[in-house]
């Protein structure tokens, strides 16, 4: 399967409401990320003793909302009215990241980072670009930083600045959600290896009971 984009509904807005005088409304079109591989999960016989917590990723109001950003050359940006995200980007990343850790088997446990939640580390992040960026050629734009902490001792281990410049091989909405989509894939895949090396580096020895 492609890194494709995933049209999950279109809405007509106003519809069956021409009495009321909104006429042919224009439909709204929404889009959101793949699973990567679409991984089913598999335990490892020696999984870590580890408790992984999946934090939120921060971001400005741009990436907390629904809308698809558009940039020029990475100095004008605006969003698209009717193309929109079915879930903001913090969001869909943060769930991508966290089905893929837990179906690596890797961890005796993935979880999301709720009041109960216990764990031994913790996976957070920020994310500085999700956008579509139109120069002498169109690019999908993805950035963003990672770190992972103790909870024990809230010392932070291990963190990296990820960026990734997509092609976009079309000119509409729908190629620029497919380079997003496999920027962030790649960049999701890159922070699981790097948490796996870390721990291949430094072992744990216990697990949250």
């Given at each position: 399967m492609s890194s494709c984009q995933v049209i999950t509904v279109a809405l007509m807005l106003c519809a069956g409401t021409?009495?009321?005088?909104?006429?042919?409304?224009?439909?709204?079109?929404?889009?959101?990320?793949?699973?990567?591989?679409?991984?089913?999960?598999?335990?490892?016989?020696?999984?870590?003793?580890?408790?992984l917590l999946i934090g939120g990723l921060t971001s400005s109001h741009l990436y907390r909302e629904d809308r698809i950003v558009y940039s020029t050359n990475g100095e004008t940006m605006g969003t698209y009215e009717y193309q929109r995200w079915a879930e903001p980007p913090t969001e869909m990343i943060r769930d991508m990241l966290e089905r893929e850790l837990r179906a690596s088997g890797r961890y005796r446990g993935v979880t999301g980072l709720r009041s109960a939640a216990r764990g031994d580390y913790m996976l957070r992040g920020r994310l500085y670009d999700f956008k579509e960026v139109t120069g002498s050629?169109?690019?999908?734009?993805?950035?963003?930083?990672?770190?992972?902490?103790?909870?024990?001792?809230?010392?932070?281990?291990?963190?990296?600045?990820?960026?990734?410049?997509?092609?976009?091989?079309?000119?509409?909405?729908?190629?620029?959600?497919?380079?997003?989509?496999?920027?962030?894939?790649?960049?999701?895949?890159?922070?699981?290896?790097?948490?796996?090396?870390?721990?291949?580096?430094?072992?744990?020895?216990?697990?949250?009971p």
């Open positions: 021409a009495a009321a005088g909104c006429g042919a409304a224009r439909p709204s079109k929404y889009y959101q990320l793949n699973t990567p591989n679409e991984v089913s999960s598999q335990a490892d016989p020696e999984p870590l003793p580890v408790i050629t169109m690019i999908g734009r993805v950035a963003m930083e990672f770190e992972l902490r103790e909870t024990k001792t809230g010392a932070t281990v291990w963190s990296h600045y990820y960026a990734h410049d997509e092609p976009v091989s079309g000119k509409d909405v729908a190629a620029v959600v497919a380079a997003l989509d496999r920027g962030a894939q790649g960049i999701v895949g890159q922070v699981k290896a790097a948490v796996e090396q870390y721990f291949s580096a430094h072992p744990p020895t216990k697990a949250t």
